[in-house]
C-alpha cells in the first residue's frame, strides 16, 4: 500500500506542476485551458486517492494517523488543492467575483505546488528513504 500511496503522490505532484507549467507558459495556446483544467482535475483526483491510500496503510498497521509531521503537512496539502480546484471552478461560475476568486485560485495554486514536493520530502523521510 505504501507504493500505491507514494505513485498517487508524485503522480498528483507531477500532474499539477504540469498544469502550472501549461497556465504559466502555454496561454498564447488556444486549448492552455483545458489543459489546465485536465491536469488540475486528474492531479486532484489522485491527491484524494492517495490520501484514501495512506490513511488505509496507517490503519492497517494501527499506528496514529497524525503522529509524524508527514500527515499534518499532507493534510494541509489535500486541503490547499482542493481548495485551488474549487475556486478555479467557481471563477467561471460566479462572473461578479472574478478578480478575487481568480486571485485566490493564484495563491492557492502556488501554495500547492510548493506544499506538494514538500509533503512528498517529508513522506520520503517519515518512510525511511532519506
Known amino acids: 500500500m505504501?507504493?500505491?500511496h507514494a505513485s498517487l503522490m508524485a503522480s498528483a505532484f507531477l500532474l499539477s506542476?504540469?498544469?502550472f507549467i501549461s497556465a504559466r507558459f502555454l496561454r498564447s495556446k488556444r486549448?492552455?485551458?483545458?489543459?489546465?483544467?485536465?491536469?488540475?482535475?486528474i492531479g486532484t483526483i489522485c491527491l484524494i486517492a492517495g490520501a484514501v491510500a495512506a490513511i488505509v496503510m496507517?490503519?492497517?498497521l494501527?499506528?496514529?494517523?497524525?503522529?509524524?509531521p508527514h500527515t499534518w503537512l499532507g493534510?494541509?496539502?489535500i486541503l490547499v488543492g482542493i481548495s485551488?480546484?474549487?475556486?478555479g471552478y467557481l471563477q467561471f461560475k460566479v462572473p461578479s467575483a472574478i478578480v478575487k476568486l481568480r486571485m485566490w485560485h493564484h495563491r492557492l495554486g502556488y501554495t500547492t505546488i510548493i506544499f506538494l514536493?514538500?509533503?512528498?520530502?517529508?513522506g520520503l523521510f517519515a518512510a525511511g528513504v532519506l
Open 17 to 19: 506542476l504540469t498544469g
Open 75 to 77: 493534510l494541509a496539502t
Open 62 to 68: 494501527g499506528e496514529g494517523h497524525f503522529d509524524v
Open 2 to 4: 505504501l507504493y500505491v
Open 31 to 41: 486549448w492552455w485551458l483545458r489543459l489546465h483544467r485536465t491536469l488540475g482535475i
Open 58 to 60: 496507517i490503519s492497517r
Open 84 to 87: 485551488a480546484l474549487t475556486i
Open 117 to 122: 514536493p514538500l509533503t512528498v520530502l517529508s
